[in-house]
């Protein structure tokens, strides 16, 4: 049988580190059967190895570990989502926002890749089709990596214009609890709404109801 049945050893060896690490971090909490899970990962953790650096922190004798991770120097460890950029995310789920763990990974590496603040990341991001927002969902398209690369190489980003998103959500840095608060409000006022529009059709309806007995 074929070691590289499915050419995932080829393929991987073709990558470079960030595309070895957008690979592995897409992957993460992907379900799936045992053994093709392991005819991926085994070639990628290969792959990893392959590179020279220190990976000794989520990949050991004994396997791989499922986490997301991120290069830092000569090391490629583990990544903790940052408190900027789960109170943002925490703000956006509040307000009904659906927002991907890779979307948070994407915004983290952009701010420490060319040291831009949340919003000045998803600006960057959304400008070159990296981020979108598409009903109440931010999702990210994953080869934002060379992007990256090309921008801190040419210096791009001396001069960002000022954060605007079409149909962006509200950003909330004071409260966390302020969205949460301000969508149900938003709620208990469709809910009146939605209310009162059915009793102004019933009325009429029984308003028309009644003329056509009095005419009759």
Known sequence: MDDDEYGFE??????DVEELITTFNA??????WVRARGVFHNPLRKAFLATGLDCSSFITDRGISLCHIMRSGDRIVPWEMSEVVSGWRDDLQA???S???MVCWAISQTMEVLGLDVH????????????????QTVTTQLSFQTLLKEAQAVNKILE??????ENEPEFISEDPK?????????M??????????????????????TRKRWCN
Do not use: C, H
């Open 178 to 186: 302020r969205g949460r608060k301000e969508r149900n409000v938003r």
């Open 99 to 101: 927002v991907d763990v």
């Open 95 to 97: 307000q009904g926002w």
């Open 10 to 15: 080829k393929r991987f060896k073709s990558y």
């Open 188 to 209: 208990v006022i469709k809910g009146i709404a939605w209310v009162l529009t059915y009793f102004v059709v019933v009325a009429g309806i029984t308003y028309v109801n």
């Open 160 to 165: 960002l214009p000022a954060y605007s998103v």
């Open 120 to 135: 000045e990341s998803m600006d960057f991001l959304s400008r070159n089709k990296k981020l979108f927002f598409v009903d």
């Open 27 to 32: 992957d993460v909490g992907n379900p799936g």
